[in-house]
């Protein structure tokens, strides 16, 4: 290629894969206008094959981790690096996508509008692949606003008036976070003076006092911006809103693909701190919003009716717990946080797919599912007590001990306490939702909902057995997704 | 040969038994194939062997505990095994007769078998742990023997009774046995034995050779008496419980709801008597603990004479025979007691052994009576001993027995007793003097009663009572009990029991107390009730074994029932406020929250953002600048 910057495309696949997917649906809707029902199938393939290849890379090794876009000066510093952890993320965006496009599928059968939004959904999905590899300010920022943007529109795109209130919240909120991390990123590059996320920077800027001010205040808006897309408290108010107004394929990405990007970038900062900066200081910044994340989270969950509204306080809470093992401050505490955002992603799908697939809105249309509708209910089970950390969801709990033994072999105390009374009050929070499952049906509604269950299609149930089928596997077997990640 | 082999086939008979259950012919066949062959090899075992033989099993590894699981055979083990085996077969045989026409007869027939397994488990047990194994069995199998017809809610509560009251008193069992086995570091009887023991060869000759009992005492490395003392104090109390001794003594008489057959098994060989075997193991601890040996005299003096007058006042013949095993136990159990040092408890093994021939036989005889006079009381069994010729000479035999009249083998037995109490009087040391005294009374008190049985059952009657359908081989376990009865006391000639000679003035003045018991007895004449006679009016308070039952209600179980209340008071109403407190909280809390976020507008959403901006870092720039 050129001589200035080396290119892999094998490596890059992850990313170029859903690009192709872009490239293809505007061509194609160029070509034959209005009669675009191959979109999303077409989407959903790109995106599985780009997950295949992601997965590719997890089996490898931290210490040789995938690389290109590698510059010829400084020596060695490559603008994409993907170690096994970031691969997996990138997986997992992938694969979240898909299950969102599924959803899609069957929502919006017989609209005209299938190409845009393949389009925006496959354009996100890059933009979620590139920045849990980007190792630079530019293409991080770029990455992740490409990540951001076109959820605004999928989530307008339904065209009622509560989705136009839900876009317009997302809006707002979207464009007030890049300003911080625009912000925070000039901050940074002017306290390390390097634009790559580099330890060595990171560590001679915090030797120095007036650039350690800089930086802190850098790391502050960063965390700060970062925590809008993770929706961690205070930076929250968008999620209910925006999950019950839009349709369930984008609430199903926001839930998930959108999530696992956040994380991902959130996992190129922290990784940059780790080794370099001294723990207290980003264990406050980030410990501040886990816990109020935790606690009001979990607690405003347990008031919530409507499924959605409570899987969207749910994904609040969840959000804290993944940032819970990132105050130590340690590589442990990478791998915790990459593990758990895996896990929930996968159960959070399972669960709005089973939501989808009965189209119930309180929690009392769920009532007896396990007996009416087995497969769905089973489903919904495990994904509610894989989010609860109990048993047979296996895989809830490791990732559960997983985060809170980062920060108490760091010492952060008030950090695991507060995650002990969110364990407490999540299971009141999901086994509720379980006993509903469990119930006796009541027969007066029961025709009614058989009637509601004709509209869904094949491919949610797609979603729900794949889903169920990752979930069972890594329970069983809870190394195949912790180990990948060391 | 291994003494395994005396409790495998009772134990497979019970298997196979539930197996077979509802075939009445074969599980009869293999009830009393499995006690027969136990009986056989018993009896085997007994001619053919001379020393003691252990059988081991793998020792389970419990860290510093040892747990060798060893079973030991000796003669005396081995006859007190072979009269066990005895009454069980005589007992199974006869209930094939007996419950024929019961529904759940199989049930019944694997019950005998297991309980007898259990009681040969205690008998040639030499591990601490086997022994609780075969006790806590014993105490359910009684519990679903007693409650056999368990349709009448009588049996129910007598079971449930019986059930309790020795598992309250086998609290004190097992936390003896745990304690002795502790302090010995192993569960070997043999080993507890040494390590609790007394070394008093050591102890004299430190005393002789100038030093202090507290110095020879430490010098000899002799175990702490006091502990001693309690551990065996609650052994004790746990044999008191299961033998149905004061304060536990009143289970045994509500138990008689059970079929006869099982009321047989559990007085003569089993349950009872299985108190006895364990402290006879333990004896050589017993002899050392004079406060261990008083609680136990006193209990067993208290029993042996109170029950002997409840047995003569009773107004059902089958509860006297009850009463009268009480009094009985006692006297066994008074035996170990009063025994000094050197004596041994073979005494008190004798009179076991004795006991278990005539009183199976009294029982199986009386079944045989209710059935042909319908009942149990002594108004319907008048006269009932006319239905069959081998009932006539069972009572006779069976009552005089009883009485202890010499030369039968329940006066053989009685004779060694008193000699035992008479050594111990005279050393000194023991309850011996007590007991000797009670059991002269008792001796006395049980001829009386015994006289009253044999009158009323033999009274002339115009119209002969009978019994249907009574096999061949039920009279022919009466006659064989029978003649056992007779010539039982011969087992003396074997020099199985190491008692002492009985001088002629003992056999004087056992006739001459049996005798004044006789004659008080007979003072309304031949044909008169003698309870009738001299204790009418005592005879509605005996027949509620004068109101314990209130009393163990007023005492245990409504203390016991107050008390959960208050507990559960405490648990409901105290420590479930805290724990429904936080729910409230948390449910506030998540109103709170959703309170907070009902206006969801964009405005709000990006003021919190830049709120929470300032504030992060405010907090980041103060604290690390």
């Keep these: ?486 | 040969m291994t003494p395994w082999l005396l409790v495998l086939p009772t134990v497979l008979a019970a298997g196979l038994g539930v197996a077979v259950r509802r075939d009445d012919r074969w599980a009869g066949a293999l009830a009393v194939t499995g006690t027969g062959v136990t009986l056989l090899l018993a009896l085997v075992a007994w001619i053919s062997q001379s020393g003691t033989v252990v059988g081991h099993l793998p020792s389970l590894p419990l860290g510093d505990l040892e747990v060798p699981l060893t079973l030991a055979t000796d003669p005396v083990r081995l006859a007190v095994a072979a009269v066990v085996a005895l009454v069980a077969t005589a007992v199974q045989a006869y209930s094939t007769w007996y419950l024929a026409a019961d529904d759940r007869y199989g049930q019944f027939a694997a019950t005998v078998s297991l309980f007898t397994a259990a009681m040969l488990l205690v008998v040639v047990s030499s591990d601490l742990v086997l022994t609780v194994v075969g006790w806590e069995v014993m105490g359910w199998c009684s519990y679903l023997l007693i409650g056999h017809w368990s349709r009448r809610p009588a049996a129910r509560r007598a079971a449930l009774k019986a059930f309790l009251v020795t598992r309250v008193a086998d609290i004190g069992f097992v936390l003896g046995l745990v304690g002795l086995a502790a302090g010995a570091r192993s569960t070997d009887l043999g080993a507890v034995v040494r390590a609790w023991d007394r070394p008093t060869a050591c102890i004299d000759a430190a005393v002789v050779s100038g030093s202090s009992l507290g110095d020879a005492l430490g010098a000899c490395g002799a175990p702490d008496a006091t502990l001693r003392a309690v551990l065996l104090v609650l052994v004790v109390i746990g044999v008191l419980g299961k033998s149905a001794q004061v304060p536990f003594q009143d289970w045994l008489a509500d138990a008689m709801e059970g079929p006869t057959p099982a009321s047989a098994l559990i007085h003569a060989a089993t349950m009872v008597a299985a108190g006895t075997v364990v402290l006879a193991g333990l004896f050589p601890l017993l002899a050392d603990s004079p406060s261990a040996r008083w609680v136990l005299g006193l209990a067993a003096s208290v029993t042996m004479l109170l029950a002997a007058v409840l047995a003569f006042a009773q107004s059902d013949l089958k509860r006297m025979l009850a009463w009268s095993t009480v009094s009985q136990v006692a006297i066994m159990l008074g035996a170990v007691a009063a025994a000094p040092d050197g004596a041994g408890p073979d005494a008190g093994l004798l009179h076991l052994w004795s006991h278990a021939l005539f009183k199976s036989l009294l029982f199986l005889a009386v079944g045989w009576a209710a059935v042909a006079a319908g009942g149990t009381a002594a108004t319907a069994l008048r006269g009932s001993a006319a239905a069959a010729p081998v009932l006539r000479a069972a009572f006779l035999v069976g009552f005089l027995s009883l009485a202890g009249v010499p030369l039968v083998v329940g006066g053989v037995s009685k004779e060694h007793v008193l000699a035992t109490a008479w050594d111990g009087a005279v050393a000194g040391d023991g309850p011996g003097i007590v007991v000797l005294v009670v059991l002269v009374l008792t001796s006395a008190v049980t001829a009386a009663y015994s006289t009253r049985g044999y009158l009323v059952l033999t009274a002339h009657v115009r119209q002969r009572p009978t019994a249907g359908g009574v096999t061949p081989a039920a009279s022919a376990v009466l006659w064989v009990l029978t003649v056992l009865v007779v010539f039982g006391g011969l087992v003396l000639l074997t020099g199985t029991f190491a008692v002492g000679e009985v001088s002629l003035l003992w056999l004087l003045l056992t006739v001459l107390v049996v005798g004044l018991g006789v004659a008080v007895a007979l003072r309304g004449g031949f044909d008169r009730d003698p309870a009738e006679v001299l204790a009418r009016r005592l005879t509605p308070h005996a027949d509620r074994g004068l109101g314990v039952d209130a009393v163990y209600r007023r005492l245990v179980a409504r203390p016991v029932v107050r008390l959960a209340r208050v507990v559960a008071f405490l648990d409901t109403e105290v420590v479930d406020a805290y724990v429904r407190g936080t729910a409230v909280a948390t449910r506030a809390a998540g109103w709170t929250g959703v309170r907070l976020h009902r206006g969801e507008r964009p405005s709000a959403g990006v003021g919190l953002v830049l709120a929470a901006v300032v504030v992060l870092g405010l907090v980041g720039v103060l604290a690390w600048s």
Excluded: N
């Design chain 1, 1 to 486: 290629m050129t001589s200035l910057v080396s290119v892999d495309a094998v490596v890059l696949a992850p990313a170029l894969a859903p690009v192709l997917g872009v490239v293809l649906v505007l061509v194609g809707d160029a070509v034959r206008p209005g009669r675009s029902r191959w979109a999303l199938p077409l989407a959903g393939v790109v995106l599985v094959a780009g997950a295949l290849v992601a997965l590719r890379g997890s089996l490898g090794s931290e210490l040789e981790p995938l690389r290109t876009l590698c510059l010829p000066a400084p020596d060695g510093a490559c603008l994409w690096t993907a170690g096994p952890r970031t691969s997996t993320l990138q997986a997992a965006v992938l694969l979240a996508s898909a299950a969102a496009l599924a959803l899609l599928h069957d929502g919006r059968a017989g609209r005209r509008d299938t190409a845009v939004t393949a389009t925006l959904l496959l354009a996100s999905a890059t933009g979620g692949v590139a920045v849990a590899a980007a190792r630079d300010l530019g293409s991080w920022l770029v990455a992740l606003e490409l990540a951001t943007v076109p959820v605004v529109a999928l989530v307008a795109l339904r065209g009622t008036r509560s989705a136009a209130h839900g876009a317009l919240s997302l809006l707002v909120t979207s464009l007030a976070s890049f300003a911080l991390l625009v912000l925070g990123a000039a901050l940074w590059l002017t306290a390390t003076a390097d634009a790559t996320f580099s330890s060595e920077a990171v560590a001679a800027a915090w030797a120095d006092p007036d650039r350690r001010r800089v930086l802190v205040l850098a790391v502050t808006l960063l965390v700060a911006g970062l925590g809008f897309k993770l929706s961690l408290v205070p930076f929250h108010a968008w999620t209910p809103q925006a999950y019950a107004a839009a349709d369930l394929g984008t609430t199903l990405f926001l839930a998930a693909a959108s999530k696992v990007s956040a994380v991902a970038a959130l996992l190129v900062v922290v990784s940059a701190l780790v080794g370099a900066a001294p723990g207290p200081a980003v264990a406050v910044l980030l410990g501040l919003p886990a816990v109020a994340s935790l606690l009001l989270g979990t607690v405003v969950a347990l008031r919530q009716d409507d499924p959605v509204r409570l899987l969207a306080w749910s994904t609040i809470a969840q959000a804290g717990w993944v940032v819970v093992p990132l105050t130590a401050v340690s590589a442990t505490g990478l791998r915790a946080a990459a593990a758990y955002v895996v896990t929930y992603a996968a159960a959070t799908t399972v669960a709005l797919a089973v939501v989808a697939r009965t189209g119930a809105r309180t929690l009392a249309g769920t009532r007896g599912l396990l007996r009416r509708d087995p497969l769905a209910g089973g489903a919904l089970g495990l994904a509610l007590l894989v989010l609860a950390g109990l048993p047979p969801g296996v895989i809830g709990l490791v990732v559960k001990v997983l985060a809170l033994s980062a920060p108490v072999a760091a010492g952060v105390w008030p950090v695991a306490a507060a995650g002990v009374v969110a364990v407490v009050l999540g299971l009141a929070v999901y086994l509720r939702w379980v006993a509903v499952l469990l119930a006796r049906p009541e027969p007066a509604d029961g025709p009614g909902e058989e009637a509601g269950d004709t509209a869904h299609g094949r491919s949610t149930r797609v979603v729900v057995v794949a889903g169920t089928v990752v979930l069972v596997l890594v329970s069983a077997l809870p190394q195949l997704l912790v180990g990948g990640l060391s």
